[in-house]
């Protein structure tokens, strides 16, 4: 069948109507694409903002979380080896004492300020955090566990005053043992030292039998009111007779670092001593 040239028109003009309803759509489509993307894009960018930021946020917290349990760590630790050496003080002052510590200990102390001058006229006293609201009087004993460390010299009503055994006008009536810890070998007296943390036991005849050795132990022996006796002092350092005289030059170091305590315990032992020297009068 022969096509004529009117029909052939007829196809060629369809073919462009159809060529031109696909553009048509395609570019609309485009153009509404593009319209939709400029609308969608801010909330797309938005959204990734809030995923980052919430990220950012829970990281943090996180870190802050880290940060808080490990803080809660330190203080149980510090808490735990508080209560270990309290544990510990109290165990010695039953043990090597032989006192309950909840009858002869009024209070547990916190160090608040040092004083202390060097030289020949070294003194070394602390002030404390405890005073006549604790129950705490002059002449009462300071403690680290069952060793003697000062003596209460001054009392106010929230703090008080300890004197160490190191401070020049401290006196304590001491007995040296000898290195086994058993057997008395000599008495005298301790004092403060011009050397820091250091005291001289002075008084100590010298007589044939006697040989002061270092490492020799020197304890309290009772003599005072307030001191119960064997209450360990401080261990020998130096040891020497001295020329002038028939006395013993002796150095002593506390068994602790008076210079650097930071806890005490106050003790008051007046009742226990006038209660034993009341039976020692009886029995006599």
Known sequence: MMMTPYRRQILVAAALALLSVLLMVTGLTAAVTRSLGSVFDPWRAERMAEGLDNSSDEGHKEEQTIQAVSVANH?????????RQRLAEYEAIAGEGGQDPQTVVVARVQVVSQSSREGQERSAVIDVDGGALDHVKLGMVAMVGWCLVGQVA???TYRSTIRLITDKDSRVPATLFAADRERPVAEGVLAGSSKPDHCRLLYVEDHPDLEVELGMQVYTSGLAGHFLPHMPLGVVTEAQRQVSSD?????VRPHYRLSTITNLLIADFEKHTDTTQTEDREQE
């Open 154 to 156: 001054g009392e106010g």
């Open 75 to 83: 203080r149980l630790k510090a808490i735990n080896a508080d209560l």
């Open 247 to 251: 006395m013993w030059s002796i150095e």
